[in-house]
């Protein structure tokens, strides 16, 4: 059933009357069309002209704003050469501080380096003066009469061979090896000949191996006393290599006397071995007046020390007699069988030089 009363339309809402208006708005609009109209408009562009045949409104900036550009561009300058100059300063004082502490380096090496002078100076200072004191207040006695003896043995050697050569002289070649007989660490222990009151065949080996030794060192040898199996022999490299050994002590009922002496067999033809073994046999001959026998042994010719050296080392090995025959030589003349070894080995190094041999008087 129909309303009998139709809905009412609201009407329009009717624009506000100029006296409904805010003063204040009515006065912001009267200010901005008075600013529009005074501010002087900038000729059109060639960018305005394109905005135009695009169909967009062209859009005017005033003169005003354009007079604000260049000032704002000043300010940006002048702050970019502000901080320029503060990062100059800082770089300034950066190299600065480095070099301060490369300053201060350089003066504490230069304090290290005095440091050790001045202490250098003071143990050469110190030392010069503690040598004079001694050589002035000490008494000749103070040192034994053997230690003096070998002092004034080894200066007038270092005279004689401190005179430099046109060609340096290999070490080796003042170098000379004397090995003793059956002496070493070996297990179990091998003496060499036992006679039955004790006496071995290694203690006389060694008593006048020592001897040779001392002599040879105060002509001014470089010698090596070696083990019958000393682990230096392996491809040793000397001078000269004499093995003092002594034969058995065996009774063989008769008197059997002298000495022997062999080089290696392996080494064929004459050389510096030949000469060895002839020079050491005169003068040994000479020292103790044994008889040189001649049957020597395979034991001799083939000796292992002879295997074991340098080809270029003269070798020789002496048997230096009987242990019961010539028992009292072997202990008595133990000073004259030594020189005559030593003797016999400057034969054979300075051939030119001539020497004089203490000789066994015979027994009476």
């Known amino acids: 059933m129909p309303d009998e009363h139709p809905p009412q339309s609201t009407p329009p ?19 901005r069309q008075a600013a529009a109209k005074s501010a002087p408009v900038r000729p059109a562009t ?97 040192i034994n009469e053997r230690v003096r003896a070998e002092l004034v043995v080894a200066q007038a050697t270092s005279l004689a061979t401190s005179a430099p050569t046109a060609i340096p002289t290999p070490n080796w070649l003042r170098r000379v090896g004397i090995v003793s007989g059956h002496r070493g660490p070996q297990v179990p222990p091998d003496p060499g000949a036992v006679c039955p009151d004790g006496l071995t065949e290694a203690e006389i080996n060694f008593a006048v191996a020592q001897k040779v030794v001392l002599k040879l060192r105060e002509r001014g040898y470089s010698v090596d006393l070696l083990d019958e199996f000393d682990p230096r022999l392996d491809n040793y490299q000397a001078a000269a290599l004499v093995s003092i050994h002594a034969n058995t002590c065996k ?36 020292a103790t007046t044994l008889e040189r026998r001649a049957g020597v042994t395979i034991d001799m010719t083939d000796y292992h020390t002879f295997r074991e050296i340098h080809p270029l080392t003269p070798a020789a090995i002496l048997e230096l007699g009987f242990l019961l025959a010539d028992r009292d030589i072997l202990t008595g003349k133990q000073e004259e069988m030594a020189q005559g070894i030593t003797n016999g080995i400057l034969c054979f190094m300075e051939p030119n030089t001539q020497l004089s041999t203490p000789t066994v008087a015979p027994a009476g």
């Open 13 to 31: 809402s009717e624009p506000k009357r100029p006296s409904e208006i805010p003063a204040s708005v009515t006065f912001m609009e009267m200010m």
């Open 46 to 142: 060639s960018a305005d002209q394109l905005f135009a045949r695009a169909g967009e409104p062209v859009r005017r900036t005033p003169v005003a704003a354009q007079a604000q550009a260049p000032a704002q561009t000043a300010t940006a300058v002048t702050d970019v050469d502000t901080e320029q100059r503060r990062e100059a300063a800082l770089e300034e004082q950066r190299i600065q501080r480095i070099k301060r502490r490369q300053a201060k380096r350089r003066r504490q090496t230069v304090s290290v380096l005095g440091g050790i002078v001045r202490s250098f100076l003071v143990v050469v200072v110190a030392a010069g003066l503690m040598a004079t004191m001694f050589t002035w207040w000490t008494p000749s006695e103070f």
């Open 251 to 286: 009774d063989f009922g008769e008197r059997v006397s002298g000495y022997l002496i062999a080089r290696a067999a392996a080494r064929t033809g004459v050389g510096a071995d030949d000469i060895l073994v002839e020079c050491v046999a005169r003068y040994y001959a000479m």
